[in-house]
Nanobody, 112 residues
Framework: VQLVESGGGLVQPGGSLRLSCAAS????????MSWYRQAPGKERELVAAITSAGSSTHYADFVKGRFTISRDNAKNTVYLQMNSLKPEDTAVYYCYPGHGSWGQGTQVTVSS
């Protein structure tokens, strides 16, 4: 399993970012995919998940209505569109298929 997250950066409160995760080493279209995040000093937490075909999604309460998870099985890529970002969204964001090693993640910093 190889996971390469990208798209993070520094953004002002209220701004938007789109994260991407390129996956390889497994049959991407057969697995549900999730985004997690880990803030300094805190445990990793689930942000959003999407089924293998993309027909169903799940969101943590703290991102509902602001974040959207999607996937392109032809490109072996999962996305996280993040809108109305808040300082408390600052964290390293990871994608994960539920097995194998984690990737390096991508840093998201929300600050004015």
């Amino acid at each position: 399993v190889q996971l390469v997250e990208s798209g993070g950066g520094l953004v002002q409160p209220g701004g938007s970012l789109r994260l991407s995760c390129a996956a390889s080493g497994f049959t991407f279209s057969s697995y549900a995919m999730s985004w997690y995040r880990q803030a300094p000093g805190k445990e990793r937490e689930l942000v959003a998940a999407i089924t293998s075909a993309g027909s169903s999604t799940h969101y943590a309460d703290f991102v509902k209505g602001r974040f959207t998870i999607s996937r392109d099985n032809a490109k072996n890529t999962v996305y996280l569109q993040m809108n109305s970002l808040k300082p408390e969204d600052t964290a390293v964001y990871y994608c994960y298929p539920g097995h194998g090693s984690w990737g390096q993640g991508t840093q998201v910093t929300v600050s004015s």
